[in-house]
């Protein structure tokens, strides 16, 4: 990969441009698709399962993990960009490596005719930290993170992706993108890593009854400078990598652009649903055992107030929340070589989360917010 100070970011031209959001039923997958349709593309999303009818939308429904699958999908398709932002969350490192490698390998070997031109894929910070198994242990790279840091010596299935890219855009002609984006929060349901919304039902919950809404992390995450990725500047990178010299065959952090400590923010949330924000214990107090039995309180919360979605486990990702809440190291990003090549979108991320909870609120979600 080549630096991209002060690159040119002049634009690609295709005359017609056809996307295949891969996982468009996710997070990152449906704000792809969001910026796409308002760009012009004509997008075909795929998923296990079909998604909301949408003008300019074809869904396309597959099972990533069979390669006979994606071949009698694909074969009759032509996508001239491909959004890669799907992964399987398997038992062990080597399981999600032969896994998640091999979705990327077998999705991009069913496309071996369409007129592909560039393919962008989603990772994270994994990059940097360690796969679950041994996340934020043994000789990480110092922070802030930077694309230039060589690989772990351990197994990571974001390696694994990212072989597989490199192979097919060597064999097939297209050129590529990595983007590796931080904690994300953006609008998805049934989704198994999604901090906004799961901080959002964490504090309906704890207003109904008037407890407290406690930190549940560690005291290092509660003072120490940290950052997220907003779905939508994730989007918006993705594009403009697809889209302009300066994004090809590059890996990119993305992040919002500002940093922040949770002992400020914990606040602000809280504000906005009439809650009181106490801080962390000593030792934290992780979402998924503080929550446990919670079924029957969230089915009688979202019975009281109409709301679209009674079965919490498709809400909110305790687990996943506890992980980037209770770590005790520092995880800070760099994102200075998409600025540099000109990539210079910037989010607020107090502004990211009552946008969501703003959302979340509108299309009943969650209960009415404490304006």
Known sequence: MTSAQNTP??????????????????????????????AGWTVLALSRRPGQAREGVRWLSADLRSADDLRRVLAPERPTHVFFTAWSRQATEQENITVNGGMVRDLLAALTVAPLEHVALVTGLKHYLGPF????????????????????????FYYAQEDALFAAAAAQGFTWSVHR?????GHAVGNLMNMGLTL???????????????????????????????????????????THDAGRDE?????????????????????????????????????????????????????EHGLTEADVSRLASWWHTDADLGRTIEVVTDVSKSRLAGFTSFHRTIDSFTALFERYEREGLIPPLAH
């Open 9 to 38: 970011t002049t634009p690609t031209t295709a005359p017609h441009r056809t996307a295949l959001v891969v996982g468009a039923t996710g997070i990152s997958g449906s704000a792809v698709t969001d910026e796409l349709l308002s």
């Open 133 to 156: 198994e041994a996340y934020g242990q043994g000789n990480m790279p110092d922070t802030p993170f930077r694309e230039e840091e060589p690989r772990l010596d351990a197994p990571n």
């Open 181 to 185: 984006s931080h904690t994300m929060i």
């Open 200 to 242: 959002a039902v964490y504090a309906s919950i704890c207003r109904s009854p008037g407890r407290p809404f406690v930190f549940p992390g560690s005291e290092m995450q509660w003072n120490g400078l940290t950052d997220v990725t907003d779905a939508t500047i994730l989007a918006e990178q993705m594009v403009w990598a697809a």
């Open 251 to 303: 890996a990119f952090n993305v992040v919002n652009g500002d940093i922040f400590r949770w002992r400020r923010l914990w606040s602000q949330l809280a504000a906005q649903f009439g809650v009181e924000p106490v801080g962390p214990s000593a030792v934290p107090q992780p979402l998924e055992d503080q929550m446990q039995g919670i079924d029957e309180v969230w089915a009688s919360i979202a019975a």
